[in-house]
């Protein structure tokens, strides 16, 4: 049974930061591109950034328009884990955060690729 938990999320004042993690576990082969997203209330899901598996501490990284320049996406192959480092919180920032992994799962029988999501961190930015 695989498993992405998050943490770090809360409530933090415009300007702030925070930095969220996200943990894979159980038996895969190997975890491919992590990524952040986001839920606001009324609206659908978006995409905040993404990162290939690169070397030890991932590769190419992509950023939705509205945090570029914010937010940090980083990865250590070796935990299996994810973060985002969010700098200069908007209160447009307000959502909750999900984390998504491309994860490979292999036995004797099949192998085969599919996403699985974390439960979600809230975050709120607000004064």
């Known amino acids: 049974q695989v498993q992405l938990v998050e943490s770090g999320g809360g409530l933090v004042q415009p300007g702030g930061s925070l930095r969220l993690s996200c943990a894979a576990s159980?038996?895969?082969?190997?975890?491919?591109?992590m990524g952040w997203y986001r839920q606001a209330p009324g609206k659908q899901r978006e995409l905040v950034a993404t990162?290939?598996?690169?070397?030890?501490?991932?590769?190419?990284?992509n950023y939705a328009d509205p945090v570029k320049g914010r937010f940090t996406i980083s990865r250590d192959n070796a935990e299996n884990t994810v973060h985002l480092q969010m700098n200069s919180l908007k209160p447009e920032d307000t959502a909750l955060y999900y984390c998504?992994?491309?994860?490979?799962?292999?036995?004797?029988?099949?192998?085969?690729?599919?996403?699985?999501w974390g439960q979600g961190t809230q975050v709120t930015v607000s004064s």
């Open positions: 990162i290939t598996k690169g070397g030890t501490k991932g590769g190419t990284t």
């Open positions: 159980g038996s895969f082969f190997s975890i491919y591109v």
């Open positions: 998504k992994g491309q994860i490979e799962i292999r036995d004797d029988r099949t192998r085969y690729l599919r996403d699985y």
